[in-house]
C-alpha cells in the first residue's frame, strides 16, 4: 500500500525532472529498486541521505515533513541548485512565471500551452503595479521576463533625457550600421577587425566602413587599438559580444510590435511612468538638482 514516502518520492522525482534511473545511479541501486519505492516500498535508512541530496531536499521532507523555518528564498536556491543544469534556466524562467500568475490570483501553476508557445502573435503577461512592473513574453521563439522595481526618484531620474541617446540613435540610421553591428554581434566573444573587415563581409565603400568604424568608436560599441609588429603599424578594432545587444534589440522590437494578446494581465497603476520631465531640463541645472 502507498504511503506518504512513496507518494512524496515519485512527486519530487518529476518536480525536479530526474529520472528513476539518474536517481538510481546517486543512490548506487537498480532503477527498479527506486520503482518499488515510489510505488509500496522503503530503501534502506543508509541510503536516504544521498536519495535527498540528489533530489535537493531534507530527508523530513521525503517523509513530508518540512522544515517552516527556510525561508522561502533559501527553499528556491535549494530548488535550482538541485535541479540539472541543462534545466535550471527553464526552471528560472519558470519560476518568474509562477510570480505573475501569483499576482494575477491563480491557484495553481499551469505550463505554457503549445497554442501559446507556437501561437503565430505576440502574447505578453503583464502585470503593473506603483512600485513598478513585471512583464513577459511567453512565444517560444523569444521568450523573455522584465522585472523593473521603481526607483523612489523615477524612473527618469536615472533615464533622464540625454542627448546621448539621440547619437545612439543617428548613429544606427545611417546607411549599413545596424548590419555591422549585426555582423559584429553574429562573431564568437571578442573580435578584433579591421575597416577592410567591414568592406568585405558587408560589400559597402571603405568611406562607408570608415564613417561607421569613427561613429561606433565614439558611442564605444568598439574599441581602437594600434598593431604594432616593430617596423609598422596599423589600426584595428575589438568588439566585445555582450547580452546587452540581445536585451536592447529586444526592447526595440516591442516598440515596433505592441503586445495587444495577453495571457495575464492587470494595471494597478495609476501614475506616470517619468515623472521628472527631465527633456524640459537645461543640462547646467543637473548639478544642482542632485
Not at 500500500?1 to 519530487?12: D, H, P, Q, Y
Not at 521576463?145 to 542627448?163: A, T, W
Request: charged share 30%.
Amino acid at each position: 500500500m502507498e504511503n506518504t514516502f512513496n507518494a512524496n518520492l515519485r512527486r519530487i522525482r518529476k518536480e525536479k525532472g530526474i529520472t528513476q534511473e539518474q536517481l538510481a545511479d546517486a543512490a548506487g541501486v537498480s532503477a527498479q529498486a527506486v520503482s518499488k519505492w515510489e510505488m509500496n516500498s522503503f530503501p534502506d535508512a543508509a541510503l536516504l541521505p544521498k536519495i535527498a541530496e540528489r533530489l535537493g531536499v531534507s530527508i523530513d521532507e521525503l517523509f513530508g515533513r518540512k522544515n517552516e523555518n527556510i525561508s522561502i528564498y533559501d527553499r528556491a536556491i535549494e530548488h535550482i541548485k538541485a535541479t540539472p543544469a541543462d534545466k535550471q534556466f527553464t526552471e528560472i524562467f519558470n519560476i518568474c512565471r509562477a510570480l505573475l500568475m501569483a499576482k494575477g490570483g491563480c491557484p495553481r501553476y499551469d505550463p505554457l500551452t503549445p497554442d501559446i508557445l507556437d501561437c503565430q502573435y505576440d502574447i505578453h503577461s503583464r502585470m503593473d503595479f506603483f512600485e513598478g512592473f513585471m512583464e513577459a513574453r511567453n512565444n517560444a521563439d523569444l521568450q523573455y521576463f522584465f522585472l523593473f522595481p521603481e526607483p523612489k526618484c523615477g524612473y527618469d531620474k536615472v533615464l533622464k533625457y540625454d542627448e546621448q541617446y539621440v547619437k545612439l540613435f543617428s548613429v544606427l540610421a545611417k546607411p549599413n550600421a545596424l548590419k555591422a553591428l549585426y555582423f559584429l554581434a553574429g562573431r564568437d566573444g571578442t573580435m578584433f577587425f579591421k575597416r577592410d573587415t567591414l568592406v568585405h563581409e558587408l560589400g559597402i565603400s571603405p568611406e562607408n566602413a570608415k564613417e561607421i568604424i569613427t561613429d561606433f568608436c565614439d558611442i564605444r560599441f568598439i574599441w581602437e587599438a594600434t598593431l604594432n609588429d616593430g617596423e609598422s603599424s596599423e589600426r584595428i578594432y575589438q568588439f566585445l559580444a555582450r547580452c546587452e545587444l540581445v536585451a536592447f534589440l529586444t526592447a526595440a522590437r516591442y516598440f515596433m510590435i505592441p503586445p495587444n494578446s495577453f495571457n495575464y494581465n492587470s494595471d494597478c497603476r495609476h501614475k506616470r511612468y517619468f515623472i521628472n520631465d527631465t527633456y524640459k531640463k537645461e543640462s547646467g541645472n543637473e548639478k544642482a538638482e542632485e
